[in-house]
């Protein structure tokens, strides 16, 4: 089942920007490897510190 999430301008043309450089066929399947990457699947054993590191070391929290 396919969902979606909202994102503010500035950030979807950043998402953009990065998925061209790093050769995605689109912005969606960048979108998609990122969060899979960084976002633990259940049962993982990060916590809500070590989420947050690696957040911030992608530019997407302050």
Not at 16 to 40: I, M
């Amino acid at each position: 089942m396919a969902k979606s999430i909202k994102v503010n301008k500035e950030l979807w043309e950043r998402i953009e920007r990065a998925a061209k450089a790093g050769g995605y066929s689109s912005a969606q399947e960048f979108a998609e490897h990122v969060l899979d990457k960084y976002v633990p699947r259940s049962g993982d054993a990060d916590s809500r510190e070590e989420i947050l590191k690696k957040l911030k070391g992608l530019g997407y929290v302050e």
